[in-house]
């Protein structure tokens, strides 16, 4: 469709935001994401990770330090419509007498004229998109009525639909079952390899090696950012959450009857937890089995 | 033949230019805050339509004393309430509801006295519970003023409303400015309500920029459609609490205002799908399928 749009990237340059009360609540944060990368967000609550994806959004503006998106500053990359938001459950309202396809109409609303009247190509992008994230059949429903799973879908083919080259997503896992949240995770492989850059903030730890290829590690300003391999390490993660992780550590002797000195270390949250094997300090990420049931 | 008669007695009051007059002004305002209460209702905002009709009181009894156009006066009073209540609301940490309470009791309580000082500039029946019967020649001008560029802007921008409402972050990500929407809106909002001051009077607008919208929400799950009912009741109430006055020599707003909580009632038990009926139904239904 629309492939001449500007390369995807967002370049976040020593930004410092503070609250009315002068309170920082990001200081001097840099890093930098380009094109056909899946990024993920990583720190606790209150760690200021919502008042950095509302910076990038253009909701705050920082006291100090630059956002530019695709080379571009914030209103402008907004006003061509180069960033599109998956909000938190609790963002929305679900009372409102807005259908499925209502819904995913709104991700058209900077391509259509003053009046906002669809034309073909709104309506085939919207159609194009329910299909993808595979919600057509419930295009008629009232948003509300849907499941947390589906709802999450449906704001996904919002932001497809939308056409943007930079989503941000906002804790999309809450709420989510185990069986939508790999078709979300496959969902945003595909996108990613459609040359996007997705932004991804969220807690649960096991799923990031799983899907992401990178990952900003946040407190207040970033603690370590860069390809997950080598990025997301227990000291690391460690420093990011300090001693609100649940660890557990099962050592060679533990696991062996060998010399072998290879072990495993699960850190979580209560979310899907993070497993590492390997020999110290040369421990790798473990896909856990990821069935629902035994 | 009884039915000449009686055919003559409905349609006398058509007879008498105010009635008529009466009958389409008030089904103008109904429509338009109807279309308002849409909104409203959604946001939870009804306190915040009260206390915005309850404010314009005092701009009206000035404007009526000072004689310029009440709803310069109107409009004026209503902007302060709002910033009134943003500036407490700001500079203290009591609770929203308690900060808009404080603030419209105490501008009507304000408007009130400026009526009770000065008797002969103006009614204050006619302000806190409408007049529409006696609605002067400018008064009416202003009236269709107000409900035409109203319906015009919303007719313009419901769409970007429903969105900038719905989901703020959205809104921005496609360029819209929720900030700027949502001033809009209050501008509307008390455009509308000094509007309806004249119909049914300060105290029962909230009905008018409530009522019609939360029928509407029984009925419908699409937001165009909600739009469409609601108007439709706002108007035709309004039109028909106006013509009714007429026989029972009763109040034009108590009687258009009954008339919307009749229709609500109607919605609560016979909505097609959030009606009590369809609930009990659906009910009876899955215990069916239990059984």
């Known amino acids: 469709m629309m492939r001449d749009r500007p390369t995807p990237s967002i370049e976040v340059n020593d930004i410092t935001v503070s609250y009315s009360n002068g309170v920082a609540a990001v200081r001097n944060a840099t890093f930098e994401l380009g094109p056909s990368t899946i990024c993920a967000l990583v720190g606790i609550n209150g760690s200021g990770k919502s008042t950095l994806f509302k910076t990038i959004m253009g909701f705050l503006t920082p006291s100090a330090g630059s956002v530019r998106i695709a080379g571009l500053p914030v209103k402008a ?5 180069l960033v599109a938001y998956v909000p938190q459950s609790e963002e929305v309202d679900w009372n409102f007498p807005v259908l499925v396809e209502d819904v995913v109409m709104m991700g058209r609303y900077g391509h259509m004229n003053v009046l906002r009247i669809p034309a073909k190509a709104d309506r085939a992008a ?5 299909d993808r994230v595979g919600m057509s059949e419930y295009r008629t429903r009232q948003i509300g009525e849907l499941s947390g799973g589906q709802k999450k879908r449906v704001f996904l083919a919002r932001a497809l639909a939308q056409g943007s080259e930079i989503v941000l997503l906002d804790e999309p896992f809450t709420g989510v079952d ?7 995770i496959d969902l945003l492989r595909a996108m990613r390899d459609e040359g996007r850059l997705m932004f991804v903030s969220t807690h649960n730890l096991g799923s990031v090696p799983d899907f992401c290829d990178q990952v900003v590690l946040f407190n207040r300003t970033v603690l370590a950012y860069g390809p997950t391999a080598t990025t997301f390490t227990e000291a690391n993660l460690a420093q990011a959450f300090g001693g609100l ?5 099962l050592s060679g002797p533990d696991l062996h009857d060998d010399a072998d000195q290879r072990r495993v270390t699960v850190l979580t949250d209560d979310e899907r937890p993070l497993v590492l094997y390997g020999e110290r300090d040369q421990e790798k990420h473990v896909n856990p089995d990821r069935s629902e049931t035994p | 033949m009884l039915l000449g008669p009686a055919i003559d007695l409905l349609l006398e009051p058509f007879a008498y230019q105010y009635m008529a007059r009466a009958i389409w002004v008030s089904a103008l305002v109904g429509a338009v805050c109807a279309f308002l209460s849409c909104y409203l209702i959604l946001k939870g ?17 000035l404007a009526y004393l000072l004689g310029f156009p009440y709803a310069i006066g109107a409009f004026t009073s209503g902007i302060i309430a709002a910033l009134g209540i943003a500036f407490v609301r700001r500079l203290t940490m009591l609770r929203e509801d308690a900060v808009i309470g404080l603030v419209f009791t105490t501008l009507f309580a304000i408007g009130l006295l400026i009526v009770s000082i000065n008797p002969t500039s103006v009614n204050v029946q006619s302000i806190v519970l409408g007049n529409i019967l006696a609605i002067s020649d400018d008064d009416v001008t202003q009236v269709i003023v107000i409900a035409a560029i109203s319906l015009a802007i919303l007719g313009l921008k419901w769409k970007d409303l429903l969105l900038a409402f719905f989901d703020e972050s959205h809104a921005r990500s ?5 900030w700027l929407l949502r001033v809009l809106f209050f501008v509307l909002l008390s455009a509308c309500t000094v509007a309806a001051l004249q119909t049914v009077g300060a105290v029962l607008v909230i009905a008018m920029v409530v009522t ?16 469409g009912l609601a108007m439709l009741i706002g108007a035709a109430t309004s039109a028909l609490g106006a013509y009714l006055s007429f026989f029972l020599d009763g109040a034009t707003g108590g009687l258009i205002v009954v008339l919307q909580t009749l229709v609500f009632l109607a919605a609560f038990v016979f909505a097609p799908k959030y009606g009590r009926l369809a609930a009990r139904r659906s009910a009876r239904r899955s215990a069916e399928v239990i059984r």
């Open chain 1, 77 to 81: 990359a907004l006003r061509q419509g």
């Open chain 1, 178 to 184: 185990v069986k939508t949240e790999s078709a979300i």
């Open chain 1, 126 to 130: 919207v159609d194009q998109a329910l």
């Open chain 2, 45 to 61: 905002w009804a306190l915040m339509g009260d206390a915005l009709a309850h404010s314009v009181v005092p701009g009206v009894a």
């Open chain 2, 174 to 178: 496609v360029g819209l400015n929720p």
């Open chain 2, 212 to 227: 019609p919208g939360a029928t509407a929400h029984l009925l419908t799950d699409r937001f165009g459609m909600m739009i």
């Open chain 1, 245 to 249: 992780l649940r660890h557990v550590r």
